[in-house]
């Protein structure tokens, strides 16, 4: 394959536009990381009591809202699964973030060391790093159990780690990304919300934007300059990442843990309009660059539509 310069990079185009050059791309995003960086153990008050009443994720937003089943449950029942399906998302959320690690250094492995785009890689790397440990202290200081993926699914992202294409890392990178910050942008202003996770979600959306900024920038770039066959790859593998994150997003075990029956729970999740609807909003921004950049064509499209993210 022919080696695209940065000279290079101003002739290319796709149908956002013309496509900026890498490196300024990412000295901008580092004078942002220099400016507005946070460090969640001094940042935010550990010690905090949770407080009484409030929710661990807004009410509209959980799984169950708007169910039979919500109707059935009380209100220290409801309070209680938020906790949980905060948990159970805080986990779902260092899961991703520990790929996405793994797959940036991957990506930087045979870039030039000095570049601000590497710089940059290496900044965003140890954002998660922060990210990671702050959901884990946010999960022990509510006092709900830790949810991992199911056991098939952590190992399928031992394969993606692997085999993942560059364009297909940065595709499952903001399928993981802009689903939660779509949530968490609702959640930090929502003064019903416990005030330690407002703060924890506050400094996520704040430091995420760069995160997604890169990866949109960089999967352009990939899907204008990679072979077709690493394209089409890449909208298989992005179809089926998007099924498989719809899989994951509320670990089952939640409510079981907080008193209701399994089977039931799950079959009225399934069947609610709502959830649908909240699933599909926080995935539109998502979905939509992808269709502008030609993700969603073919099978990419029915995967997707399979998923429950894209109506």
């Given at each position: 394959?022919?080696?695209?310069?940065?000279?290079?990079?101003?002739?290319?185009?796709?149908?956002?536009?013309?496509?900026?050059?890498?490196?300024?791309?990412?000295?901008?995003?580092?004078?942002?990381?220099?400016?507005?960086?946070?460090?969640?153990?001094?940042?935010?008050?550990?010690?905090?009591?949770?407080?009484?009443?409030?929710?661990?994720?807004?009410?509209?937003?959980?799984?169950?809202?708007?169910?039979?089943?919500?109707?059935?449950?009380?209100?220290e029942q409801r309070l209680d699964l938020s906790r949980h399906e905060a948990a159970a998302l805080a986990s779902l959320g260092i899961w991703f973030e520990i790929i996405l690690m793994q797959l940036l250094v991957r990506h930087i492995y045979d870039k030039p060391v000095t570049s601000n785009h590497v710089r940059y890689a290496l900044t965003e790397i140890a954002d998660e790093c922060r990210h990671s440990m702050m959901f884990g202290r946010m999960i022990d200081w509510g006092g709900a159990p830790t949810y991992p993926v199911p056991r098939v699914y952590h190992n399928l992202a031992r394969v993606l780690k692997t085999v993942s294409t560059t364009p297909g890392s940065f595709a499952a990178t903001l399928l993981g990304e802009e689903i939660l910050d779509w949530m968490q942008r609702l959640t930090f202003p929502d003064e019903r919300v416990?005030?330690?996770?407002?703060?924890?979600?506050?400094?996520?959306?704040?430091?995420?934007?760069?995160?997604?900024?890169?990866?949109?920038?960089?999967?352009?770039?990939?899907?204008?300059?990679?072979?077709?066959?690493?394209?089409?790859?890449?909208k298989v593998s992005c179809g089926e990442a998007a099924r498989v994150f719809s899989v994951c997003f509320v670990n089952p075990q939640v409510y079981e843990n907080v008193g209701l029956d399994r089977r039931e729970a799950v079959a009225q999740v399934k069947a609610s309009g709502h959830r649908a609807e909240v699933m599909q909003s926080g995935a539109k921004r998502l979905t939509d660059f992808f269709d502008d950049i030609g993700l969603l064509n073919g099978v990419g499209r029915r995967l997707w539509r399979s998923s429950g993210l894209l109506a």
């Open positions: 394959m022919t080696t695209v310069t940065a000279r290079d990079m101003t002739l290319l185009r796709d149908a956002l536009g013309p496509l900026r050059d890498r490196e300024q791309i990412a000295l901008r995003l580092l004078e942002s990381s220099a400016k507005h960086s946070f460090d969640p153990d001094t940042e935010l008050d550990w010690d905090a009591a949770v407080e009484e009443g409030k929710w661990f994720w807004p009410p509209e937003l959980l799984s169950l809202y708007g169910t039979p089943m919500w109707d059935r449950m009380s209100e416990q005030t330690l996770v407002r703060g924890v979600t506050r400094i996520h959306v704040i430091e995420e934007a760069r995160h997604v900024r890169y990866a949109r920038e960089e999967l352009r770039r990939q899907m204008v300059t990679a072979p077709r066959w690493e394209r089409e790859l890449t």
